[in-house]
């Protein structure tokens, strides 16, 4: 090959992969990786990594983007400042949700998605699915057409009074899942539970935002997990739970893998990095900057998490990005009040820090291996999606998808990051890394500075989720 024919040259990379660490110079024509060898001739341009470890850019399989809500809540980040945010923490795909709300048609919800998409993303992005109401019309025609045409993930909610599916239709979305090859992303509450225990909170004056954390105690998610489990036993079918956020819903995991039933689990930074106590220890509306769903617990269960991420328990770590303001009346404070938790709206930002989170304290602290760390990170999301191998990986035909790191001490300052929320529930954690560069098919979008390219990120039609088990035709 003559010099000319790569547009770029990454030369003298640390590489790592899911399975491999190598010294590599990096050839890149037309946005994907063409060679990978030492000494490649020179190309139009050159990046020097030397020193450096690279790795593939990552994906964030679950992570909420303008999506339409129930006023006055709306969502701070679309797909312009929300695809800027995680270019600029490493992060090179992004699949956020096509919700549809109940009495809307599937089809409706994925078309407005896309427009609210449109022309905005500086990186690739996918959609899942939520299905909150199955008709038959659902069943029966929107899902499996949507499945065939790329949509091949969806999320369930067993909470949620405007999303959650009672037992039976669980069954119905299931059987479709298994029928037509598509994986069932689980949110696993018990919403009776939390309801009733949220009268009591509130008949006992106990409305503070930290009182969301005793609404939703860790048995209500661990019995939703069994419950999970069990439905997609008797479908057979394989399920992947979402948000996984301590030890009993682990325990259930756990107890599923043991007897051969194929559950897939994601857990986040905020199981990690924050507790229950980051809600409030008094009842100071700050605590509402951190109400999300499951919401964090303690220490322990935060070890417990870890342990799940290095010994392969969880399958992908995404940040469930869930972007409100705190300071404003379509965020944390509705109408400009400071409200009763269970009208705080939930979810926390997370796009930007999930991979410099998961490297400084997963890969430089010891507690997870850098192919561990890419497998989560990157991989993983993209086999599990139906991406792979174009994305998630870094070989020869992979796009040209590339984070290459600083290892050098910062500090996580919201007024640093490139999300539209007015807050990071991590400010003030120390870092050993961020991102020097990420290359989205093979063009610069983040060098320590943002290069916007809006509308260039490409909706991807993704594939049979390659995680997904073959069935042999008598058995489907
Ligand atoms: N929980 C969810 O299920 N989704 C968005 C944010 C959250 O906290
Ligand atoms: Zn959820
Ligand atoms: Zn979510």
């Known amino acids: 090959m003559s010099s000319s024919e790569f547009d770029l040259v990454v030369r003298n990379a640390r590489v790592a992969t899911a399975s491999d660490i190598f010294d590599a110079d990096i050839g890149i024509r037309g946005g994907r990786i063409v060679q990978l060898g030492l000494g490649l001739p020179a190309g139009k341009r050159e990046i020097d990594a030397a020193g450096r470890t690279v790795t593939p850019g990552g994906v964030d399989a679950h992570c909420h983007l303008d999506q339409p809500m129930e006023a006055p809540a709306k969502m701070a980040d679309d797909f312009d400042s929300?695809?800027?945010?995680?270019?600029?923490?490493?992060?090179?795909?992004?699949?956020?949700?096509?919700?549809?709300?109940?009495?809307?048609?599937?089809?409706?919800?994925?078309?407005?998605?896309?427009?609210?998409?449109?022309?905005?993303?500086?990186?690739?992005?996918?959609?899942?699915?939520?299905?909150?109401?199955?008709?038959?019309?659902?069943?029966?025609?929107?899902?499996?057409?949507?499945?065939?045409?790329?949509?091949?993930?969806?999320?369930?909610?067993?909470?949620?009074?405007?999303?959650?599916?009672?037992?039976?239709?669980?069954?119905d979305v299931l059987e479709i899942a298994r029928k037509h090859d598509a994986m069932a992303m689980i949110h696993a509450e018990n919403a009776d539970c939390i309801e009733w225990l949220t009268k009591r909170l509130e008949a006992a004056g106990r409305t503070a935002p930290r009182y969301h954390a005793h609404s939703r105690p860790m048995l209500v998610e661990r019995e939703a997990t069994h419950r999970a489990i069990a439905l997609g036993e008797l479908v057979d079918t394989p399920i992947l739970i979402v948000h996984v956020s301590g030890r009993e819903a682990v325990e259930q995991i756990r107890w599923a893998r043991a007897h051969g039933l194929h559950v897939f689990a994601e857990t986040c930074p905020q199981y990690l990095f924050l507790t229950a106590e980051d809600l409030g220890i008094d009842d100071s509306y700050h605590g509402a900057k951190?109400?999300?769903?499951?919401?964090?617990?303690?220490?322990?269960?935060?070890?417990?998490?870890?342990?799940?991420?290095?010994?392969?328990?969880?399958?992908?770590f995404s940040s469930d990005h869930a972007p409100f303001n705190f300071d404003a009346p379509e965020g944390k404070k509705p109408n400009g009040e400071e409200v009763a938790f269970k009208h705080i709206p939930n979810g926390i930002p997370g796009l930007e820090t999930r991979m410099p989170l998961l490297y400084t304290h997963g890969v430089l602290q010891g507690r997870l291996t850098l192919n561990r760390f890419v497998e989560l990170t990157a991989t993983n999301p993209a086999k599990t999606y139906g991406l792979h191998p174009r994305k998630g990986t870094i070989a020869v035909g992979a796009d040209a998808d590339i984070v290459i790191w600083d290892e050098k001490p910062c500090t996580i300052r919201n007024a640093d990051l490139h999300h539209a929320v007015d807050y990071t529930p991590y400010e003030g954690i120390e870092l050993q890394a961020w991102p020097a560069l990420t290359l989205s098919r093979g063009e610069v979008v983040w060098d320590g500075e943002f290069h916007p390219r809006p509308g260039q990120g490409e909706y991807l039609r993704r594939g049979r989720p390659s995680l997904l088990p073959i069935r042999s035709k008598e058995s489907t």
């Not at 949700?97 to 992005?125: C, M, N, P, T």
């Not at 303690?298 to 799940?308: A, H, P, S, Y």
């Open 82 to 171: 929300g695809t800027r945010a995680a270019a600029c923490g490493g992060t090179t795909t992004v699949i956020p949700f096509a919700a549809q709300h109940k009495g809307q048609s599937l089809r409706a919800a994925v078309e407005d998605y896309h427009r609210r998409a449109e022309g905005k993303a500086h990186i690739d992005h996918a959609f899942h699915l939520i299905v909150s109401d199955p008709t038959p019309e659902v069943l029966t025609n929107e899902l499996p057409a949507l499945i065939q045409e790329g949509y091949t993930s969806f999320k369930i909610y067993m909470t949620y009074d405007d999303m959650k599916l009672d037992d039976g239709q669980i069954l």
């Open 290 to 316: 951190c109400v999300c769903s499951p919401p964090p617990r303690n220490r322990e269960n935060q070890e417990v998490i870890w342990n799940g991420l290095a010994d392969g328990l969880f399958t992908v």
